[in-house]
């Protein structure tokens, strides 16, 4: 593979990480803006669902797909406020992406 070949691929693993962040992030938001647990436990929790959200789609007999539970918070908070906790939390969810191996 040449050099620009490996660059691609590198860059294509990057913004795939990337978005694994994000969505990590968005998942967890509403757990933190809703009071109901810690930013780490949010993280977790996300990480677990998204986790859960791959293996459903890749899952080719429908079964997973039907025993989804995603994490729901106590109470919604506007979309604005669990937007802003979202983009506090990339960092966070940056990392955890990075540690999962996803």
């Known amino acids: 593979m040449g050099f620009g070949a490996t660059v691609a691929v590198e860059h294509g693993e990057e913004e795939y990480r990337q978005n694994l962040a994000v969505e990590v992030a968005a998942t967890a938001a509403p757990l933190v803006a809703s ?21 459903a789609e890749e899952d080719g007999t429908g079964t997973l797909v039907t025993m989804l539970k995603e994490p729901q918070p106590r109470k919604k908070k506007s979309a604005k406020q669990v937007a802003a906790v979202a983009e506090a939390l990339l960092p966070l969810a940056e990392e955890a992406v990075e540690a999962e191996m996803f």
Not at 35 to 55: G, N, P, Y
């Open 35 to 55: 009071r109901d647990c810690s930013r780490e436990d949010a993280i977790d929790i996300a990480v677990r669902a998204v986790r859960a959200r791959q293996e």
